[in-house]
């Protein structure tokens, strides 16, 4: 396992974190671009969140696709068209290409991040899961801590007649590309196909993983993929997952305008603040998972984090006008929020496997990530109405507390006999 963890989960974090950067850089970009182009907070919040339609519209199939044809080949077309449209984010002139393009965006990268959730299911048992899937999605904070004075830097290079920001776009989606090609060759979709391991080790992981597929689907029935769509419970954590992604999303893409609400900073400095922010969250997230996983228990480690993240942003709302309580409040809604997402995503996998885990990872992420487009949209729309961020932060602590509550609900939900048989 050791082997595996040091082959897979460096490569994969790197993966996320080019694509969170380019999924949040618009965050930065809005420092200056929305200046240049004349976007008021609601054009930019809707363009910010019109990502997530398209997202949600092709994640469920995207991960069919992924789950037929195999993650190596899948996840390299999803990086490289994300990686061209992301650099085109460089030449938008006007609201209506700037949804266009975003919504491309969101389309090209859907699957991605449940793609990678479906493909650590083939390799790692459940009870090292939630540490490798806290390790892969420690990415997200560390997108935002190295990622943001990196990105609020370009935003001074303007050269050869282009704006700083339209340089960040281009230079950040390079990589993109040039990892899908490098996933082509470095990835290995199963592990009885791992040429890296020995014959012995092969052997080993494909017996441990077969027999926990086995074991799942004697306990909670061999879902197809109607019945993983149509799956109560699976409804229920795609609720849930959409109030914790509300609250990432809030600070991925509203932070940096926040903290620059609170006072003259340049954008480099914007950027320092957010990296201390998202520090903390790494911590929080490492720290979190390790316990979680050392004490097998997973519901109380993810209320009492999605709890914290609900008091952090409901402080941050009643404080806005103090910056230093504002700040320490929003960093605790980072750590609570950073630790809630890899201890979720160990609790669905325990009852999905096969085509009906493709189908309903999926669709609990798809779900989840239309507060990505909601929660911007929001927002800004109260931003600019009320002239204040505090109205929008009390919804988002309003749901994160009742996404807390729904998990009472969700998880005293019966599981479907063993006996039950599903077509396939």
């Given at each position: 396992?050791?082997?595996?963890?040091?082959?897979?989960?460096?490569?994969v974090?790197?993966?996320?974190?080019?694509?969170?950067?380019?999924?949040?850089?618009?965050?930065?970009?809005?420092?200056?671009?929305?200046?240049?182009?004349?976007?008021?907070?609601t054009?930019?919040?809707?363009?910010?969140?019109?990502?997530?339609?398209g997202y949600?519209?092709?994640?469920?199939?995207?991960?069919?696709f992924l789950?037929?044809?195999?993650?190596?080949?899948?996840?390299?077309?999803?990086?490289?068209?994300?990686?061209?449209?992301?650099?085109?984010?460089?030449?938008?002139?006007?609201?209506?290409?700037?949804?266009?393009?975003?919504?491309?965006?969101?389309?090209?990268?859907?699957?991605?991040?449940?793609?990678?959730?479906?493909?650590?299911t083939?390799?790692?048992?459940?009870?090292?899961?939630?540490?490798?899937?806290?390790?892969?999605?420690?990415?997200?904070?560390?997108?935002?801590?190295?990622?943001?004075?990196?990105?609020?830097?370009?935003?001074?290079?303007?050269?050869?007649?282009?704006?700083?920001?339209?340089?960040?776009?281009?230079?950040?989606a390079i990589p993109?590309?040039?990892?899908?090609?490098?996933?082509?060759?470095?990835?290995?979709?199963?592990?009885?196909?791992?040429?890296?391991?020995?014959?012995?080790?092969?052997?080993?992981?494909?017996a441990?993983?077969?027999a926990?597929?086995?074991?799942?689907?004697?306990?909670?029935?061999?879902?197809s993929?109607?019945?993983a769509?149509m799956?109560?419970?699976?409804?229920?954590?795609?609720?849930?997952?959409f109030?914790?992604?509300l609250?990432?999303?809030?600070?991925?893409f509203?932070?940096?305008?926040?903290?620059?609400?609170?006072?003259?900073?340049?954008n480099f400095h914007?950027?320092?603040?957010?990296?201390?922010?998202?520090?903390?969250?790494?911590?929080?997230?490492?720290?979190?998972t390790?316990?979680?996983?050392?004490?097998?228990?997973?519901l109380?480690?993810?209320?009492?984090?999605?709890?914290l993240?609900?008091?952090?942003?409901?402080?941050?709302?009643?404080t806005?006008?103090t910056?230093?309580?504002?700040?320490?409040?929003?960093?605790?809604?980072?750590?609570?929020?950073?630790?809630?997402?890899?201890?979720?995503?160990?609790?669905?996998?325990?009852?999905?496997t096969?085509?009906?885990?493709?189908?309903g990872?999926a669709?609990?992420?798809?779900?989840?990530?239309?507060?990505?487009?909601?929660?911007?949209?929001?927002?800004?729309?109260?931003?600019?109405?009320t002239?204040?961020?505090?109205?929008?932060?009390?919804?988002?602590?309003?749901?994160?507390?009742?996404?807390?509550?729904?998990?009472?609900?969700v998880?005293?939900?019966?599981?479907?006999?063993?006996n039950?048989?599903?077509?396939?």
């Open positions: 396992m050791k082997a595996v963890l040091w082959r897979l989960i460096p490569f974090m790197l993966l996320y974190f080019i694509a969170y950067l380019d999924r949040v850089n618009i965050g930065f970009a809005a420092l200056t671009m929305n200046a240049d182009l004349g976007f008021s907070a054009v930019y919040g809707l363009g910010a969140g019109i990502f997530f339609i949600a519209l092709f994640e469920v199939p995207s991960n069919i789950h037929k044809l195999g993650a190596r080949v899948w996840i390299a077309r999803i990086m490289i068209t994300w990686g061209l449209l992301s650099g085109a984010m460089a030449f938008v002139t006007n609201p209506t290409s700037f949804y266009i393009i975003r919504f491309l965006l969101g389309a090209a990268e859907a699957g991605f991040f449940p793609g990678i959730i479906l493909y650590l083939y390799w790692f048992p459940a009870k090292t899961r939630g540490k490798a899937i806290g390790l892969f999605m420690v990415s997200i904070p560390l997108s935002a801590m190295i990622g943001a004075p990196i990105s609020s830097a370009l935003l001074g290079l303007d050269w050869l007649s282009m704006r700083g920001w339209q340089w960040m776009f281009i230079l950040e993109a590309v040039i990892l899908g090609i490098v996933t082509i060759f470095y990835l290995t979709d199963r592990p009885e196909q791992a040429k890296w391991l020995s014959p012995g080790q092969r052997d080993w992981l494909s441990k993983m077969a926990e597929r086995g074991a799942i689907a004697n306990q909670h029935g061999e879902k993929l109607k019945a769509l799956d109560k419970k699976v409804l229920g954590f795609a609720f849930i997952y109030c914790v992604v609250g990432s999303y809030t600070l991925g509203w932070l940096p305008q926040m903290i620059k609400s609170f006072g003259e900073m340049s914007i950027g320092l603040a957010t990296a201390g922010v998202n520090m903390f969250g790494v911590v929080a997230m490492i720290y979190w390790r316990r979680s996983d050392a004490r097998q228990e997973r109380g480690h993810f209320a009492f984090a999605v709890i993240a609900a008091i952090g942003f409901g402080v941050c709302a009643a806005l006008s910056p230093i309580v504002a700040v320490i409040a929003l960093t605790f809604a980072g750590m609570g929020i950073f630790s809630a997402l890899p201890t979720f995503w160990a609790l669905p996998t325990t009852f999905l096969g085509v009906g885990a493709a189908a990872i669709l609990i992420n798809s779900i989840g990530n239309l507060a990505g487009y909601l929660g911007p949209f929001v927002m800004g729309y109260l931003k600019d109405q002239g204040s961020y505090s109205a929008g932060l009390v919804i988002v602590s309003a749901l994160l507390a009742c996404g807390a509550l729904s998990l009472l609900f998880t005293r939900m019966k599981a479907p006999s063993a039950t048989q599903h077509p396939a």
